[in-house]
């Protein structure tokens, strides 16, 4: 069975202060790793696929990393509009496996 | 309308009452998936329909019970539903073979 892990549970940043977020995970095959973001009361928002270990996909002020066993969501100099509960989830075939998300609050 | 729409956005219903849920999507999509997320906890899989067939019922009790009549639009019917399944269901959609899912907003469940 496919298992993701998040860590930490919540993060804290002054606006500013770069950071990373951890995505560990087990899985028979993977065939991707997704991050999304999601703000309260709202799905969420689809924001990157990696396939394969060594893959880094960018977009803005966040930068995506994947190995074999984990991958990394990097925030530099996160703003106050990137907080927002970031999930990560695995598929090895049609379904999406999730992690329980990582809250990150950044204050002005 | 664009992406994946989602009504209501909130539904306060009694345990005897019969609901339903709706989703439609935008996208030229032919998966279409219903999530539960509670507080805290990861997203949990309920029913996945690839080209219009259910290919997955993960284990879901028979008072939740999906509809999909063709490749744009998702139903979930409701009935005598129990305190615990308050939450928020979500729903979405994807090209089948290709896992990147795209999310509506959900509607918020709150059993009286």
């Known amino acids: 069975e496919d298992q993701v892990t998040q860590s930490p549970e919540a993060l804290r940043l002054q606006e500013g202060e770069s950071s990373s977020l951890n995505c560990s995970y087990t899985?028979?095959?993977?065939?991707?790793l997704f991050w999304y973001r999601q703000d309260p009361g709202k799905g969420p928002e689809f924001l990157f696929t990696l396939y394969s270990a060594g893959e880094e996909k960018e977009k803005e002020r966040l930068k995506a990393t994947l190995t074999k066993k984990e991958s990394f969501l990097h925030i530099t100099a996160p703003k106050p509009e990137d907080s927002a509960t970031y999930l990560c989830?695995?598929?090895?075939?049609?379904?999406?496996?999730f992690g329980a998300g990582t809250t990150v609050t950044v204050r002005a | 309308e664009t992406g994946v729409t989602q009504t209501p956005r909130h539904l306060v219903m009694g345990m005897t009452n019969k609901k339903s849920l709706k989703c439609e999507q935008h996208?030229?999509?032919?998966?279409m998936y219903w999530y539960k997320q509670s507080a805290k906890k990861p997203l949990e899989l309920m029913f996945v329909?690839?080209?219009?067939?259910?290919?997955e019922n993960n284990s879901v009790p028979s008072r939740f019970s999906p509809e999909c009549p063709n490749s744009s639009h998702l139903f979930l019917h409701l009935h005598t539903l129990q305190p615990e399944d308050s939450a928020l269901y979500l729903c979405?959609?994807?090209?089948?073979?290709?896992?990147?899912?795209?999310f509506g907003d959900g509607t918020r469940l709150s059993i009286l």
């Open positions: 979405a959609s994807s090209q089948v073979g290709y896992g990147a899912q795209h």
């Open positions: 329909y690839s080209l219009e067939e259910r290919v």
């Open positions: 989830a695995v598929s090895d075939d049609y379904k999406l496996s």
């Open positions: 996208l030229g999509h032919n998966a």
């Open positions: 899985v028979s095959g993977l065939r991707g």
